[in-house]
């Protein structure tokens, strides 16, 4: 799940979204219709609400860690990020009460997941910051695209919308790039605080999940076109290529 939120995809490597050509049952719906099913409406609210709490939890880290930022632009870039955060869970926040819901209460069940892994992952300086804004959040990332490529169509137009990329990408390889070239050492350091994240962000994911009823239920195939078990692996798979491409991108080993 999106328990770290910059939302870029690496700039060398291919869509690993698996989007159906042609989207059939609830995909092929719009909210009105679709909402209809309990279950269904329960799993969307329960993924829009972990969104928006995860794009409010990495306002306030990019906010954060500009302070650690070493120059005066560096810190107006990661400034500019964290707004385009916050513009986003403003975009989920409104959205759900638009079709009813309280977003504070939307939110409040995935609070202590966020706030788990932030706080077990917490950077040790500005690269390893960069780093978890790019890889770590990135594995959310994908895991999300997979899922709204299987909602209806007005979800998942406002999902991907927010996972559009706020520029961090671009900026994360070209500093922590600079950073490897001008000391080899930090690449092995930063390549195993990588491996660290992609583990615990795929454990932290696979938790939350369990422990949502309706999104487990919906992401198995109990509502929507959800995955069965062998799209789930597969799904996994893609998840960690485009891991690997990141990494590539910043000039780490997977």
């Known amino acids: 799940m999106r328990f770290m939120t910059s939302s870029d995809k690496p700039e060398n490597a291919s869509d690993t979204t698996a989007t159906p050509a042609e989207h059939t049952g609830v995909a092929a719906r719009d909210w009105a219709t679709a909402s209809a099913d309990p279950q269904y409406r329960a799993a969307v609210v329960d993924l829009l609400g972990a969104l928006a709490?995860?794009?409010?939890?990495?306002?306030?880290?990019?906010?954060?860690?500009?302070?650690?930022?070493?120059?005066?632009?560096?810190?107006?870039?990661?400034?500019?990020?964290?707004?385009?955060?916050?513009?986003?869970?403003?975009?989920?926040?409104?959205?759900?009460?638009?079709?009813?819901?309280?977003?504070?209460r939307a939110m409040e069940p995935f609070v202590a997941a966020y706030d788990g892994f932030h706080k077990q992952t917490a950077p040790s300086d500005?690269?390893?910051?960069?780093?978890?804004?790019?890889?770590?959040?990135?594995?959310?990332?994908?895991?999300?695209?997979?899922?709204?490529?299987?909602?209806?169509?007005?979800?998942?137009?406002?999902v991907l919308a927010v996972l559009d990329d706020t520029g961090h990408g671009g900026f994360a390889v070209e500093k922590v790039r600079a950073a490897i070239d001008a000391d080899p050492r930090v690449g092995g350091r930063l390549a195993l605080w990588a491996r660290r994240l992609m583990g615990e962000a795929l454990s932290?994911?696979?938790?939350?999940?369990?422990?949502?009823?309706?999104?487990?239920t919906m992401l198995v195939g109990g509502v929507a076109d959800g995955f069965d078990l062998a799209e789930v692996g597969k799904m996994f798979s893609r998840i960690t290529e485009a891991h690997t491409k990141r990494m590539a991108a910043l000039g780490l080993a997977a």
């Open 53 to 104: 709490y995860g794009e409010l939890a990495a306002f306030e880290r990019l906010a954060e860690d500009a302070k650690l930022a070493p120059t005066l632009e560096d810190k107006a870039e990661l400034a500019k990020m964290a707004s385009a955060e916050f513009h986003h869970f403003e975009r989920l926040r409104d959205r759900l009460a638009e079709i009813g819901e309280e977003p504070t």
């Open 204 to 216: 932290q994911s696979q938790r939350v999940v369990a422990d949502r009823d309706a999104l487990s």
């Open 126 to 158: 500005w690269l390893e910051g960069l780093v978890k804004a790019y890889v770590g959040d990135s594995i959310a990332s994908d895991f999300y695209r997979e899922v709204a490529a299987r909602l209806d169509s007005d979800s998942r137009g406002l």
